[in-house]
């Protein structure tokens, strides 16, 4: 009987030494703060203070949130997570690193919602977000500015998607947006409302990639508002959006003969080049709907496809 009485208690004491590793399990939804600490569990009333310092304790395809504004700082990613501070302006000021690194497995989902990336105008060559692997990258609500790199290079080793909504990517040295899928991968881009100003180029979509714009502005960038390159195939639809200002084209088809751009309802004006083909195609609509106007050379569109 004293046998067993024993072994009991010592049972129980094993139990009770477990428990605090229980409390310890990543949590589903984590919040952070800036007057928070990276040693604090990332609850609501005991925030973390950055997005790496709160990642390590949220569960795969939880949530960080946002408690006030604040300086977060850089994180990398490789689970699915959403970052969320809508109308909070969570920042990640990152001068001499990539802002959001995102390496993550090809059925992994990351969201960045309401987050501000500044890179600090330090000429160094890093980008605001980078989508080297991953399943889906939804941007929404945000804002990228002076990165010495490009805004958003999404270059997903997996087939992928990406959308980003409601978002401003402006002065970026290295470009606003590229979608340029790596080894045999393909990509799915969409954007809708965006505003990619005052970059080197808008847009730069390679091979594999298909991308479909919906009432964006690719303006006041050095080279070139939107690019389609590449020799393996590559497309970009465009709707009632804006191309102008820009040094070089307002829109660039270079690849032979796989650079197709199609362009509806939308403006170029005031650029170096309307339309610039040097391989590849540029199609529009019969009857016309674009307005081409205005640049240094207009330029004339492929072909016209009958609206279906």
């Known amino acids: 009987m004293r046998l067993l009485i024993a072994v009991a208690a ?11 590793g229980a409390a310890h399990a990543q949590a589903t939804r984590t ?4 007057v928070g600490d990276d040693v604090n569990p990332c609850s609501r009333t005991a925030p973390c203070k950055t997005f790496a310092g709160a990642i390590s304790k949220t569960a795969a395809a939880g949530e960080i949130n946002c408690l006030d504004p604040g300086g977060f700082g850089a994180v990398t990613i490789t689970k699915s997570i959403t970052l969320s501070c809508p109308n909070i302006s969570g920042g990640v000021l990152s001068p001499s690193t990539n802002g959001i690194t995102i390496n993550a497995a090809a059925t992994d989902e990351i969201v960045i ?28 609500n945000s804002r990228i500015s002076g990165i010495g790199g490009i805004g ?35 990509m799915n881009v969409t954007l809708h409302n965006v505003n990619s100003v005052h970059n080197l180029y808008g847009l730069r979509a390679e091979d594999r990639a298909k991308v479909t714009i919906l009432g964006s502005n690719f303006s006041g960038n050095t080279n070139n508002g939107v690019v389609a390159t590449g020799s393996e195939g590559v497309a970009i639809n465009i709707d ?69």
């Open 10 to 20: 010592l049972s129980g004491a094993f139990l009770l030494a477990g428990a605090p």
């Open 31 to 34: 919040w952070i703060s800036g």
């Open 113 to 140: 919602d309401g987050v501000d990336i500044q890179g600090g105008a330090s000429g160094v060559n890093v980008n605001g977000i980078r989508f080297i692997g991953g399943g889906k990258l939804t941007v929404r």
């Open 152 to 186: 958003i290079s999404a270059t997903s080793q997996h087939n992928s998607r990406v959308d980003i909504i409601n978002t401003e990517i402006i002065n970026s040295n290295g470009g606003g947006i590229l979608a340029a899928p790596s080894g045999s991968a393909t």
């Open 240 to 308: 009632s959006s804006s191309m102008s200002n820009n040094g070089t084209n307002g829109i660039l088809a270079s690849g032979v003969p796989a650079a197709n751009v199609r362009v509806v309802r939308s403006t170029i004006t005031n650029n170096g080049t309307g339309l610039g083909i040097t391989g590849g195609t540029i199609t529009t609509t019969s009857p016309p709907t674009n307005l081409v106007i205005g640049n240094s050379t207009n330029g004339t569109f492929s072909a016209t496809l009958n609206l279906q």
